[in-house]
């Protein structure tokens, strides 16, 4: 098992758990070349990413055997605005006329909440090698990166000893977003329990991370413990 450290310089702008296998897909998918998925495209069409992480397939449903993020006790939650205009590269590309006060080249101001965290952590069951080598292309985490938010001052990848169905649920709670079909006796909603997260073709009934779950059913257990071994 590994224990995944992000040491952050400035405040991350999210309004949800971020999970580790989605900031690896993400570079996973750039890394091997391919053309990022966006709203518009189907779900057929998107790709299992590949990444260090081991994953577990039960009843035709993956997913990843990584955590969502846990922060320190003293992380401190407000919301900002930030002011979202288009730059001078914007303008060279635009191919219609330019106005400031209307359209898509109008500025505009961003809500967003921002976590005020010296750093984040994760769990995962992956290959520590290649998850430290492909997190060294991870600089900034959450939204709004180019404002300079969630900029990353280093990563740390350590070992440690662990059962990797407490890296799912741990407590009695969900240590990330789960399928609902995986989990005995818990909180059920409706969104995504993969990445890419944020796509509507990925949502379904799943135990949101951080809500009460009774445990794993219990063939993804066995599929753990066969993993680990």
Known sequence: MLRVTAELS?????????????????KARNYMGSRPPCRSSLASSIEDPVIPV???E???????IASAWDLPDDSQREETRIVRRR???????YRRGWATGAGAAKPCYVRTQLINTPSASWLCFGNRREVASLLKRVHAIGRVRRHGYGAIKEWSVERVDMDPAEIMIRGGEAQRHLPASWVVGGEVDYGAYRPPYWHS???????AAGTKAGGLVEPVREVLCASRS
């Open 201 to 207: 073709g990925f949502l379904g009934q799943r135990v």
């Open 54 to 56: 081991v994953s577990v």
């Open 10 to 26: 400035a405040p991350v702008a999210a309004d949800h758990d971020l999970h580790l296998d989605a900031v690896l897909a993400a």
């Open 58 to 64: 039960h009843a035709g449903v993956k997913c990843w």
């Open 87 to 93: 730059d001078g590269e914007d303008v060279l590309q």
